[in-house]
Each structure stands twice: as structure tokens, then as C-alpha cells.
């Protein structure tokens, strides 16, 4: 069963907009989350994170939210560029040193010009 | 800049061959992983290391081991490949040093073909 999902396999959005990608996890040890991008030929590239002691953390046009009780987060990237366009992987670990890193699914985010 | 690298970008095998994915980090690091991703899957992660000659099964070894025989590297051995081990392997390393709050970093992936 899968302790991390993403049940979005694909999003499209117009250059501009926000961009939200879901992920929702059952395993209530997770306390540290993370997400990845992808482009295709290379390989998974660290994005943002956050603890479970917060509630949000921002990056830039990437903010990242956790609601701890609904065991469901969320990455939005406003505003949205072509060059957002990759697989987006949601991860969670038990405890922020965790070594082992849970996977999600992967969203494919479109972002069209 | 921290570079993973992958000795082989793609690969195709017959079944029953024996198969060696190779990886080396630069940065010194004491932790490196092994990965698969599959659509529709993920990453799941098969093997990892947390120092030389140290390794655990991650969530899926089964038909996979490791070595670990220097630092830097990190290989994944595919005993007697078969058709269903036919994926993207992704290796990943990251540092042990509780003053730096590292993620992992990915190499580009090897993509095997298992005919």
C-alpha cells in the first residue's frame, strides 16, 4: 500500500497562473516532507521542504503547505513558467534526518505559453 | 556542486545476464541509495548504504544486491536480470553530518532494457 500519494498523474496550467500539486500520506511518523522536479533524461532534483513543526514554508514562487491533521500537503508555484514544466515528486521521511525518503507517485505539471 | 554520476545512461540485457549499474559521488558522502522509478510508481527505493561495506534492503531488493567496497561507490547488481526489472535506476547520496541539513542528489539514471 502506498504510505504517499500523489492521485493527480497529470496538471496543465497557463504561464501566470498558480500551480498546486496535491500529496497526501497515511503514515502518521512522517514528519519531514519534501518535493523533487524531474525533467525527462536527468535525474530528480531537491526543491523545498518542510518540517512538521511548520505549517508552510516558502521558496521564491514556491510555498509548500502542510495540514498535519487532514495528513495532506501541498506545493504552489506562482507564477507558473514554461520551464516549470517536469514531474514533481512528493517524498516524507520520519524525522528530517530519516535516510529512507517515501515517494509519491509524480505529478506531471504542464505549462503552456 | 555535488555530482552523482551513472557509468551507463542506457542499457539493454538479455534475460538471465548478469547486470552491474555503477555509481560515484564527489562529496565525500557516507550515505548512497539505489532507486527504481516506474510509471504510475514512483521511486522506490531497493538498496542503501550508510557507510563502506554497509548496506539495508530498502523496500524492494528482491533479484538486486549491492557493494559497497569504497566510499564514493556504490554498485547495484542485477544477479540474473529478467524482463520485470526493466525500469529507470536512479542512484543518490547524501551526507551524514547532523550540521547540515542535506537532501539527496540524484544522478541522471540509467535506463535498463531487459529483453
Known amino acids: 500500500d502506498q504510505q504517499v500519494k500523489q492521485n493527480s498523474p497529470s496538471l496543465s496550467v497557463q504561464e501566470g497562473r498558480i500551480s498546486i500539486l496535491n500529496c497526501d500520506y497515511t503514515?502518521?511518523?512522517?514528519?519531514?516532507f519534501l518535493w523533487y522536479k524531474k525533467y525527462p533524461a536527468e535525474g530528480p532534483t531537491f526543491l523545498i521542504s518542510i518540517s512538521s513543526i511548520k505549517d508552510k514554508n516558502e521558496d521564491g514562487r514556491f510555498t509548500v503547505f502542510l495540514n498535519k491533521s487532514a495528513k495532506h500537503l501541498s506545493l504552489h508555484i506562482v507564477p507558473s513558467q514554461p520551464g516549470d514544466s517536469a514531474v514533481y515528486f512528493c517524498a516524507a521521511s520520519e524525522g528530517w534526518y530519516g535516510n529512507k525518503l517515501v515517494f509519491g507517485a509524480g505529478t506531471i505539471l504542464r505549462v503552456k505559453s | 556542486d555535488v555530482k552523482v554520476t551513472q557509468s551507463s545512461r542506457y542499457l539493454v540485457k538479455r534475460t538471465g545476464e548478469k547486470v552491474f549499474l555503477e555509481c560515484v559521488q564527489d562529496?565525500?558522502?557516507?550515505?548512497m541509495f539505489w532507486y527504481r522509478q516506474d510509471p504510475g510508481l514512483g521511486l522506490r527505493l531497493i538498496y542503501f548504504?550508510?557507510?563502506?561495506?554497509?548496506?539495508e534492503k530498502g523496500d524492494i531488493p528482491e533479484g538486486y544486491s549491492v557493494s559497497r567496497e569504497k566510499k564514493e561507490r556504490f554498485s547495484l547488481i542485477l544477479e540474473s536480470a529478467s524482463t520485470n526489472q526493466t525500469s529507470m535506476y536512479l542512484c543518490a547520496s547524501r551526507s551524514q553530518d547532523p550540521g547540515l541539513q542535506e537532501t539527496q542528489y540524484f544522478g541522471p539514471g540509467t535506463r535498463l532494457l531487459v529483453l
Open positions: 503514515n502518521s511518523m512522517f514528519d519531514y
Open positions: 548504504s550508510y557507510d563502506v561495506k554497509m548496506k
Open positions: 562529496m565525500d558522502h557516507e550515505n
